[in-house]
Structures are given as C-alpha cells and as structure tokens.
C-alpha cells in the first residue's frame, strides 16, 4: 500500500503520525511538493484520462498535451 502525503499541515502530521507508522509492514510513504499538487487540482474535470510514469524517483503525470512532474521523497516504506 502506498500513501502519498502532501499540504500545509504536512509537517505537522509528518511529526506526529510518521513515527506511529515505521512499524507498518507493506506500506509505503512518500510525500510530494504542494505546488505540483496545486498544477494538478487546476486540470482537474468530469473525466480524467492521465498517463502516469514513475521512473527513478520522478512522477510524471501527462494530462493532455502538458507534462508535470515531482521528484517524489520516500519518508518510509518498503520501496
């Protein structure tokens, strides 16, 4: 299982939850920057058609003729 973390408050749960969560078998955390989220929220529509690619640690999100992409940081996890 994946659980991908991000926003204002990131830090804040990062201190607080992440501890109680290394003990978790089969989870995977990783946290991304809040503008790349922000580029995303504002293509959002009815229907999404998204090709993802995750290589070497980068996410690429390809929404129609634009690409965005965050290098993602792992936090904890078995990946």
């Given amino acids: ?5 991000y926003g204002r ?3 804040n749960w990062e201190q607080q939850q992440l501890p109680k ?3 978790v078998s ?3 955390v990783i946290s991304s920057d809040q503008s790349f989220i922000n580029k995303l929220t504002s293509k959002l529509d009815r229907s999404i058609n998204w090709s993802v690619t995750i290589s ?5 999100i ?11 940081q792992k936090r904890i996890g078995i990946r």
Avoid: H, R, S
């Fill in 56 to 60: 070497d640690g980068t996410l690429y």
């Fill in 9 to 11: 408050a990131f830090p």
């Fill in 21 to 23: 969560l290394e003990g």
């Fill in 62 to 72: 390809d929404i129609g003729d634009e690409t965005f992409e965050t290098v993602l």
């Fill in 1 to 5: 299982m994946a659980l991908i973390a």
């Fill in 26 to 28: 089969n989870l995977l």
